[in-house]
């Protein structure tokens, strides 16, 4: 994930999200758990 475009997104914190939110500190983060359901397909 080179760039974030304004918008909502759904994604799982990894390394390269981690890194693109460090570039755009202005974004506000809202991080929540995963359903243990859809756990398996994420």
């Avoid at 994604?11 to 859809?38: C, H, Q, T």
Wanted: proline fraction near 10%; charge should be negative.
């Amino acid at each position: 994930m080179k760039h974030l475009a304004p918008g909502l997104y759904e994604a799982l914190l990894d390394e390269s999200l981690r890194d693109a939110l460090a570039r755009r500190p202005e974004l506000r983060r809202v991080f929540g758990k995963i359903d243990p359901e859809e756990q398996p397909g994420l």
